[in-house]
């Protein structure tokens, strides 16, 4: 099969109509439809129903879409990858969210410098979310992810940090005086929505704009507890007891021969040990 008639049979399944996906396609439609017939025959399942109506997707070509969808993405990546392999001073880039690091980088960086694997490292600071399909697509080697939130599927990960999570409120707030909160005290409070999320609430895309909303009575947050560094003198932090741990892992695609990628995980996974020993002392 070729990447072609994946390309071909994504179009269609996305626009739900020949003309459109040949016109996408920039070819004409009775050979796209020819292709699509096909590859059906060759696979042995329909994968469009084609009526009166229009066209719409079978429950195998719903299936066939998200892994054509993976396989794209795979085949762009891996040019990606290569590309940048080949350049004439290769990079290591590791993508993060602002603050992704919980603080971590200033002491992984220079024993990842140290490693005689090591090549120059980019940190690539990307919008919320975005770190993850970074590392899909092929614009990064490595990143920063937290569990619960980030999808972690098909990658390796090391963990590098648990954290407990607390409230951010505005200093004027009913709660700002508690030593302590639970989930339920927060209930009916205005929360932020973050990118890719459906629930109400003002789009937060960075910690500066989360922070001015908090400071402004517009929103609360709960959020990891190395959020507290960089807090402002007009929010107030308070432990949240029964709000789920949360995680830093560094992740990086399933099956890296990169030396340098090895590399920073060693430095991350040292700086990840001496942590823990620590805390337990």
């Known amino acids: 099969m070729e990447t072609r008639e994946l390309a071909y049979f994504v179009a269609v399944a996305e ?6 996906a040949a016109q996408r396609l920039g070819m004409a439609q009775p050979p796209l439809s020819r292709a699509i017939q096909q590859l059906e025959r060759r696979m042995g399942v329909t994968l469009l129903e084609r009526t009166s109506r229009g066209v719409c997707l079978t429950p195998a070509g719903a299936v ?13 990546a891996a040019v990606r990858r290569a590309q940048r392999a080949g350049e004439e001073v290769p990079k290591l880039l590791v993508a993060m969210k602002p603050d992704g690091d919980a603080g971590l980088l200033e002491r ?19 919008g919320i979310g975005e770190q993850s399909r970074m590392l899909r697509d092929g614009r990064a080697d490595l990143a920063f992810l937290h569990g619960p939130h980030d999808d972690v599927a098909g990658f390796d990960t090391e963990l590098l940090l648990e954290q407990d999570q607390l409230a951010m409120l505005p200093r004027g707030h009913r709660l700002a005086g508690r030593a302590a909160l639970v989930m339920a005290d927060l209930e009916g409070e205005p929360f932020p929505r973050w990118p890719g999320s459906e629930v109400p609430g ?16 517009q929103v609360v947050a709960v959020v990891p507890e190395s959020a507290r560094r960089h807090v402002r003198p007009d929010v107030v932090c308070v432990p949240v007891l029964d709000a789920p741990r949360t995680s830093v892992v560094l992740a990086w695609p399933d099956r890296t021969r990169s030396r340098a990628a090895a590399a920073f995980v060693r430095a991350c996974t040292g700086v990840a ?3 823990r020993v620590a805390v337990d002392r």
Do not use: M, T, W
């Open 15 to 20: 626009e739900l109509h020949f003309g459109r």
């Open 64 to 76: 066939f879409l998200a892994e054509s969808r993976k396989a794209l993405d795979a085949v762009e």
């Open 108 to 126: 992984i960086l220079p024993g990842y410098r140290a490693d005689p694997d090591a090549i120059e490292a980019e940190i690539v600071v990307c």
């Open 202 to 217: 003002p789009e937060v895309r960075d910690a500066g704009q989360l922070l001015q909303l908090i400071a402004l009575g």
């Open 273 to 275: 040990d001496d942590s």
